[in-house]
């Protein structure tokens, strides 16, 4: 059959069976009854059959369609079912055959009946992450290895989705689109396409493959840990031999649509493809033109679809899909993405063979050049200067003042480009130099090639191996061809010279991360050309880095992150990765003033080039210090001790409150998170930090029911009494047992459920009943104190309360080791009793002075007020999600010390564990560090530095909205 015929035919509607006729016959020929749903197809009338018997599809195709390559179809179904690939097995009719020719409404058609596979497919996923597309691309794999020694008859047939028939199919098809813009497009790409296919085509293997593993025709079920599993392989009617190659190439034409617009992205599956069945370089160099030919393919079968049978909605609704693919697919240079995936599966392109004859700049080479260090580490960026615009010029022109001459480095990955509160990678890494000469430094042809002008100034020198690219020159050269050594011109400002091996590319100065090593590989050093070194030092690799630390740094102390970014700079409410990305830094309640702020660097390296020691010396700041604490603190308190964290906070204070009750028993509120040294540990029962926690507690610790008023025993804010139950019953034992209790600690707002308030008048009633027996009443304000609540200072001003022991560290240091236990003279001194107490970097005169300029600067800048307004703001922001998705359950907590509880039932609360993650896992490729809290890691801990903009928290809020609307 000619190719035009079978497009003219395959164009053709379905044959025209109603579900009642459909029904008929599959009681007359299968013995079976059911109720039948008709699924979308494009040429086939599929219908699902729902049986007492299980489920099946009917399928139902003319009758004139070749009965071979349907027993080809069956032959493969069985033949991959041995091999144990997940397929339907076809259903005997009655007859016994598993193929009816028949008779139905005058019309002959071809009747099949196959086991339907439960699940769903993927095409829904607003987002594939790369362990999906890996999965795909393994699933191809599979088919194509189990397949590679299937042979039938019914193979060798004439299909249009063949991509050895794209080019004719495509010149077939390209007038059905009328308008000359979008027809030139695609005429070109597949022209283009082709081009690079030609000389592979003889070296590609050929077996039989199944041409349509897409996210439509794999099946998956979501496990309990919400991972999707392959159930199926269905719809084999595309079965052809052909190109190996091509079945990857229609897999990942696919999922180009699910690449929100990057066709990198679909590396994962290519990588997984190669791992599991190896392609040979052809075949990778293929791959790509085959994508684009069959995206072309794509857009005009579904026009003509369209064009023919308008009233298919199925074919319309594809249509805008196929379009989106073929966007994807032309939005980068076919060499691009040939580097891409080449190097993706771990092949090096072959190095460029450039002889550079005689230097470029004469005059200058062989000289020593001033590098200029505009990475991220770079020691000429500090307080953000970065951000000011034209800086790396600046510095380079700078540089160049002082020594004759600069140049910027090469594959650098540059920190003025990076980008805020974006969800997309910068362009930070430099695919090209920027030189600064003396004016008028003479320029000659390295090597033999022509001489042409851009209409953008650029002067550029061709040869077959590679085009140089000059910016910022006084063009002289006088004929076309050069020879090297021949004059060009000379410099007229600072010069920018990239260099790229692929004749007729234009790449961009700059490229992202992701793409760099692509690129890189197309458009490579220049260094060659000029005699003088001017390539970036490669930065550390982040994965052997993070070997180094699993190896040498006890593993007990955990990442964020899998494969965390390698982060080493930070500035405001942003941390900085090695190439240049900022992410959004919603975790860091310790930098409460931000990342890098001047006045740490500042305030640290002056009192260190003047003294640091300790406490027991005489020195003013540790005097002015505990005098700026006590302003902040109750009236009531007088006395300041200074450690240096969380920690040593809360395990003095319980040996304060063993010193003045002379009792040892502590009531602490379950599920609390206090610290690690022996003591903390012990009243700390959160089971996401300590799984072990509630089966290891010293007899000393008296747990009380965690007050949790959304999702604990007793809910709502009029639990109060129902949870004070629990304290008055621990007391109520302790008294029988005649024990002395020693005190009574808890964060006076529930950090563990991510910031909820304690039920209304519960520490008021509590810290009585504990006092009344000569208790002491702590509360732990390490987290929820010193203006993160916005509304309050201190987390017990919530509660109306002033406790007799406050304990405090993270932000009061903005990182520097800092903790303080803030308490009355009378308990203070009871601990003298017991002998001195001393902490040897507790209270240094470092400590103080960075701990006064923490307070300077949070008045200064207005930090709490800040804090309050946009705090407010992100609630409301917050609030807004829980009433438009279903899985935000609630929002806790104020300022910011914020949660967002995420649940998939609002009538049982039951935790969305696994979702969280993913959410968490998704905004950190949109460039926000977030991490889950709670003992069910189903709550965002959003504790930001409260530097932290309204700019910052929409870009938050509308990433969360986005990925809580893709199907987590
Ligand atoms: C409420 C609370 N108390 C105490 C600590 C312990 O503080 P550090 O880590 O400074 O020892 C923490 C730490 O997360 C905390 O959240």
Not at 62 to 70: I, N
Not at 292 to 309: K, M, N, P, T
Request: aromatic share 6%.
């Amino acid at each position: 059959m000619s190719l035009s015929t079978l497009i003219h035919r395959s164009s053709l509607p379905g044959p025209e069976v109603n579900a009642d006729q459909a029904r008929a016959l599959l009681e007359e020929h299968y013995d079976r009854g059911g109720t039948l749903r008709s699924l979308g197809s494009q040429q086939d009338l599929n219908f699902r059959v729902d049986t007492e018997n299980g489920r099946f599809v009917l399928k139902i195709c003319h009758g004139d369609y070749a009965a071979v390559e349907l027993e080809a179809q069956h032959a493969a179904l069985q033949h991959l079912a041995t091999k144990g690939l997940p397929v339907p097995s076809v259903v005997s009719a009655r007859s016994g055959g598993q193929l009816l020719p028949l008779q139905v409404n005058g019309q002959a058609v071809q009747v099949r009946l196959l086991d339907y596979i439960d699940g769903q497919s993927l095409t829904h996923l607003k987002h594939m992450n790369a362990e999906l597309m890996a999965k795909l691309g393994e699933v191809c794999a599979k088919v194509d290895l189990a397949l590679a020694d299937f042979d039938h008859p019914g193979l060798e047939r004439t299909l249009q989705w063949d991509p050895r028939h794209a080019q004719a199919l495509i010149d077939h098809l390209l007038p059905v689109i009328t308008d000359a813009q979008r027809n030139a497009r695609i005429a070109d790409a597949a022209a283009e396409a082709q081009g690079h296919l030609q000389p592979l085509l003889a070296q590609l293997p050929v077996q039989a493959v199944h041409l349509d593993i897409t996210d439509d025709n794999a099946v998956w079920l979501r496990d309990e840990q919400r991972q999707w599993q392959l159930q199926g392989i269905i719809d084999f009617g595309d079965l052809v031999r052909t190109w190996r190659i091509a079945d990857l190439s229609v897999t990942c034409a696919a999922l180009l649509h699910h690449a929100e617009g990057d066709p990198l992205r679909i590396l994962p599956a290519i990588q997984a493809y190669h791992a599991v069945n190896p392609l040979t370089l052809p075949e990778l160099k293929a791959l790509w033109p085959l994508i684009v030919a069959r995206a072309a393919v794509l857009v005009l079968s579904g026009e003509q679809q369209v064009s023919i049978d308008p009233a298919n909605s199925y074919s319309r609704d594809n249509l805008t899909h196929e379009w989106e693919i073929f966007d994807v697919a032309t939005s980068v240079p076919f060499e691009l993405m040939e580097a891409a995936i080449v190097q993706g599966v771990g092949l090096a392109l072959p190095p460029l063979t450039l002889k550079c004859a005689a230097p470029l700049l004469p005059t200058l080479a062989g000289q020593s050049f001033s590098r200029v260090d505009l990475g991220v580490l770079s020691p000429l960026f500090e307080a953000g200067n970065w951000e000011q615009p034209g800086i790396d010029q600046a510095l380079l022109g700078e540089q160049a003042g002082k020594t004759g001459q600069a140049t910027s480095l090469h594959g650098q990955y540059r920190l003025s480009r990076t980008h805020i509160d974006n969800p997309h990678e910068p362009e930070t890494c430099a695919l090209h130099i920027e030189l600064h000469v003396p004016a008028g430094t003479p320029m000659q042809a390295p090597f033999a090639g022509t001489v042409k002008q851009t209409a953008d100034g650029a002067l550029v020198l061709a040869s077959e191996q590679a085009t140089l690219r000059v910016w910022g020159v006084e063009v002289e050269a006088q004929t076309q061809a050069v020879e090297p050594g021949q004059p060009l011109g000379r410099s007229n400002g600072p010069l920018l010279l990239q260099l790229c091996r692929v004749a007729d590319l234009c790449p961009p100065l700059f490229c992202t991360p992701s793409r760099a090593t692509a690129w890189l590989a197309l458009c490579p050093s220049p260094r060659e050309l000029l005699g003088f070194d001017c390539d970036a030092e490669p930065i550390i690799d982040s994965a052997s880095l993070l070997e180094r630390r699993d190896a040498s740094f006890a593993r007990s102390q955990k990442h964020y992150y899998e494969t965390p970014p390698h982060i080493e700079r930070g500035w405001r409410n942003y941390l900085i990765d090695m190439q240049g990305r900022s992410y959004l830094d919603m975790l860091n309640n310790v930098a409460v003033l931000g990342h890098g702020h001047p006045r740490m660097a500042v305030e640290s390296a002056r009192q260190w080039s003047l003294l640091n020691t300790n406490s027991r010396f005489h020195y003013a700041a540790i005097a002015e210090f505990s005098e700026r604490l006590l302003e902040l603190a109750p009236d009531s308190m007088d006395r300041v001790f200074l450690v240096n964290s969380g920690t040593e906070a809360n395990d003095l204070a319980i040996r304060l409150a063993w010193a003045y009750s002379g009792g040892r028993d502590v009531l602490s509120v379950l599920e609390a998170y206090h610290g690690w040294s022996v003591a903390t540990d012990a009243i700390s029962t959160s089971i996401a930090d300590n799984p072990q926690a509630l089966s290891t507690r010293p007899d000393w610790v008296h747990p009380v029911t965690a007050p949790n008023t959304y999702r604990g025993a007793f809910r709502g804010s009029d639990s109060t009494a129902n949870y004070v139950r629990s304290v008055d019953e621990n007391l109520a034992r302790l008294d029988e047992q005649k024990r002395q209790v020693a005190g009574f600690i808890c964060e006076p707002v529930y950090g563990n459920a991510g910031g909820i308030s304690l039920p209304p008048g519960y520490l008021q009633q509590v810290y009585a009943k504990v006092r009344e027996r000569g208790g002491v009443c702590i509360a732990d304000e390490v987290q929820v104190g010193y203006g993160r609540l916005g509304e309050y200072f201190w987390g017990f001003e919530e509660q109306g309360v002033v406790p007799d022991i406050i304990t405090m560290a993270k932000g009061m240091g903005n990182g520097q080791p800092l903790g303080a236990v803030i308490t009355r003279r009378e308990i203070a001194e009871a601990l003298e009793a017991e002998g001195y107490f001393f902490s040897s970097a507790g209270g240094s005169p470092v400590s103080c002075r960075i701990g006064m300029a923490v307070l300077d600067v949070m008045q200064a800048e207005g930090l709490w007020e800040n804090t309050r307004v946009v705090g407010g703001y992100f609630k409301e922001r917050l609030q807004a999600l829980v009433d438009q998705y279903p899985l935000a359950g609630a929002v806790h907590g104020s300022g910011f010390y914020l949660g967002l509880e995420l649940i998939r039932d609002r009538a049982t609360l039951e935790p969305a564990t696994e979702e969280t993650a993913t959410l968490c896992n998704r905004l950190r490729d949109l460039g926000i560090f977030m991490q889950p809290t709670g003992d069910y890691l189903n709550i965002l801990k959003i504790k930001p530095p409260m530097c932290t903009t309204r700019q910052s928290v929409d870009f938050f809020v509308d990433s969360v909205a986005k990925v809580l609307s893709e199907d987590l």
